[in-house]
Nanobody, 123 residues
């Protein structure tokens, strides 16, 4: 059973930073990479960033470029999302998910998901 477990969420003031972690464990699966999505109350789940295992290429939502950084630690089977200069509109539940290829911003290409971690940014 594949498990993705997010951690690192919490309450932070606007302008602050958080680093989210996503640890993969359990059964083996072949993925192209790992992505992060977020979902605010009453809104659809939206793409944040993805990291491809091959070559380490990364892609970000245009609105988040320069503030968010996705990275990995192969030894720990962990992917990180460093979030800087946080804004109240970044408040959401953040999910990591295994990317199987195709359009990287579409949730349909991510069959395995973590349970999510809450990020709340106060003004």
């Amino acid at each position: 059973q594949v498990q993705l477990v997010e951690s690192g969420g919490g309450l932070v003031q606007a302008g602050g930073s958080l680093r989210l972690s996503c640890a993969a464990s359990g059964g083996s699966f072949s993925s192209i990479g790992m992505g992060w999505f977020r979902q605010a109350p009453g809104k659809v789940r939206e793409f944040v960033a993805v990291l491809n295992w091959s070559g380490g290429s990364t892609y970000y939502a245009d609105s988040l470029k320069g503030r968010f950084t996705i990275s990995r630690d192969n030894a720990k089977n962990t992917v990180y999302l460093q979030m800087n200069s946080l804004k109240p509109e970044d408040t959401a539940v953040y999910y990591c998910a295994a990317f199987m290829g195709g359009t990287y911003y579409s949730t349909t290409n991510y069959p395995y998901w973590g349970q999510g971690t809450q990020v709340t940014v106060s003004s």
